[in-house]
């Protein structure tokens, strides 16, 4: 359904009718209005369809209406259909875009043509131009920019050029004075001949030189190249005036025989030939150099040798910044030292200098492909995949990086402006993307800080609101939701964040001051209740009442006014401190008190100790000694401890007239009658009988009650044993049976050391015996199995031995069966031996002792094995010894023998 109304516009007659008969809302009559827009843009408010109104704002925008009007129509249209205003939004944004590149390609533009209109030009500050201009997002690429980048690039590539010429003249002086110095070596008269031609070679390098000084760019050349021109200039002028006058002095000393000679060697030699003067002397002294001539060749060799390993290195290695630098090196050295160097070590050092230039040239090719593979990078920035494209702030890092690695590039070679061109072009485009992610930064950097000034705006009234509030744990929780809302608010800028951070810590800072100062006095009553709770400690007795009241008020102010966790954790461990250690301490008197060993508890402990030491020995007597000493301290009675006299007429206790079991007092003398001579001390009371008690469950019975026993009831139903109702009420001193048999006489109640050493000495004694005798039984079953195989009644054991099981018959019938000869085993013997004993028999017999297990279920009045073990233990010794027949009879006395 379309946002605007569909319906026609009602017709004057039903205009005028409805207006008769109903009252017309304004409302409804607003609803069919044309919009005062929708003429300007063609219709585009009352199209029926989105996509209508859509295609008539790109009509209307292909018109290129003013920018109040396209704002005015977005404002209005963004409200009713947000797809129809993309296209206007999208028109708005690029006219935003265009004026913000139009002024900071006005900003760039100035400080272009003031680098130009200067008479000295920077190369650094041009390059920068270049560089800052891209990275702030100016289009390079429009007019003026591209014209003024291309004026740079020119300068910038004149200013390189004149650069460049300056070192080549500075070679070229170089070369000629090698060619002064190498026409001195030779004869003077061929000197002669091509002074000419050098002096013209001199003069067209003196007028190249000044016409470097004479170019417009030479005030903006680098300030090393001027100084490095006149150096050459002067070097070369001396060199050549030298020639000269050391050519002259030569012509002159060959027309007068009396002129003196020319300071160069050979031409002197030369003229001392041609004057018929003796030249051994002088031969004879260049041929012998020096020390100082020895000196200087050394330190000459020594110097190339090692900067010509220098270059040797890095021509190995590759290196492209350090390369030229060696060479230059080596270079000034042969220049300088080439006279008194090796003619190996020369050619050498030409060797490694022609390869250094190779080396330079690949690098230039080396810069340009690496220019390359960035243009490429570059360039493939918006080509990729819309959804793998990337983001601003990663896109703006990415440009960085690339443009930094160019710089890198740059450095140590020839530009290449073709390649800078396309390169640029290519960041200043994907820079368009950073420029739209920088505004919807800045848009949502002002959103929140509107966001975070609401909230503190929000903190200063709720601060006004509760400035009465005593509810403090509402307000800690409220506090709380607001730092968690400024946490959460959003980024913002550092400098953003520096300057609003104050307010919001000011703000905080009053909505926290009645709770702080509400804290403070919670922590002052509270270090109150602590020192309070000091004194009770150190109280010498203890009153739980009092520490329950202050328990009590501590937990009220805790609720009141909460205090930070940290801080509230300390007080509360300070508060109960001197409280636990009291209770402590009572409890500590409390052990002392319990643990104090009474002279019953001492008896205990010593016939533990000897029962302990008796098992260790392993003497069975020594053990069960020391087992009835310690039952026997067990069941000792405490010392009697004497009661007031009972009066004269009192009667006799009811427990001596049973213990002596005589008749009642009607057939005995009376108390009066037989006058004690002295009243006897009463004995200690019988511990009290312990009866087990079980609750109740059945209905209409009280579980606290114990329940009946129908052995005791006498046979009336609901007879209770208590002495109301029950037999008990009979029980009296004419010997009536009580109503449960008596229990035996208990000892004393142990301490709690006295009972774990008498458990832990009786449960060591118990297993020392079941050591013993399993020791024993072993020992015992060795020695018939010993006299069996070697038939030796002798070594028999006793009866005693053998266990209660086998009597003295027995044993008689085991000798009796031993002395005989051997005689053969029935097969069934050994099987009804472990049938008896309920032992395994071997996988080959089982077979056999099934059988025989089924037959014995038809032998109706035949003995069972288990009463006929004892005459087939002596069938078994009456046979022969057999080791297989050993282990199963073995096995069968271990189990028999046992029980």
Known sequence: MSLFSLRKAPSSSNASESAVNTPTSPKSTSAHAAHPLDAMTGGAFSAPTSGERAARIRTWLATDPALEQMNEVFKELSHRDRGAAKPLKEKLDEVRRQKSQEQMSVEWAQKAEAMIGQSRLNLADALAWQRDAARAGAPLSREPLAALKQALAERVKAIEDLQHRVQVEREAAVLMAQRIEVLSTKPWREAQQMAETLRADVDQWQQQAGALTQDPQWASVDVKFPPMLDASRQQLQIVWDAFGAALAQTVAADANPQAPLPAVPVWADELRAARGQETSATAEKNAQDSQAQQERRARATAELDAALTVLERELAEGHGKATPKAAADVR??????????????????????????????????????????????????LQAPEGQRLGGRKMQETLRALRDQWKTTDQGGQPNHALWKRFDEACTEAHKVVEAWLVQVRQQSEAHKAQRLAIIEELRAWTTAHAESTDWKAQVRELHGFSERWREAGHLSEKAFADIQPVWKEAMHTAHGRLETAQAESTARRKVLIEEATQLGAAPMLRIDAVKALQQRWQAEAHAVPLERKHEQKLWEAFRQP????????????????????????????????????????????????????????????????????????????ASVESTGETPAGDAPSAEAVPAPAPAPAPAAPPKKLVAMRGDDRPGMKKTEPAGRDARRDGKPGGRPDGRGGPRDSRDARGATPWREEREPRGPRLGDAAFRAQRQAVEAAQASLRKLAAQAHGEVITQLMTAWEQRDAEQLPAAQALGARVNGPSRAAWVAALAKPAAALGGETLLRLEMAAEVPTPAEHLSDRRLLQLQLLTRRHAAAPADTWVEDVGAVLASAFDASNARRLQNVLKALLKR
Not at 603 to 632: F, H, K, P, W, Y
């Open 579 to 654: 409280i636990d250690e009291a209770f402590a301490r009572k409890s500590t008197e409390r052990e002392k008190a319990v643990t104090a060993l009474s002279a019953h508890d001492q008896r205990v402990l010593d016939a533990s100790r000897a029962l302990e030491t008796a098992s260790a020995g392993g003497d069975v007597q020594q053990i069960r000694a020391a087992m009835a000493a310690l039952e026997a301290a067990l069941s000792a009675q405490p010392e009697v401890v004497a009661a007031k006299p009972a009066p004269a007429d009192a009667p006799a206790p009811a």
């Open 332 to 381: 000034a050295l042969l220049k300088s030292h080439g006279r008194l160097v090796g003619a190996a070590l020369e050619g050498r050092a030409n060797a490694a200098l022609a390869q250094a230039g190779e080396l330079e040239g690949w690098q230039r090719w080396r810069a340009d492909q690496l220019r390359e593979e960035l243009v490429v990078k570059a360039e493939g920035l």
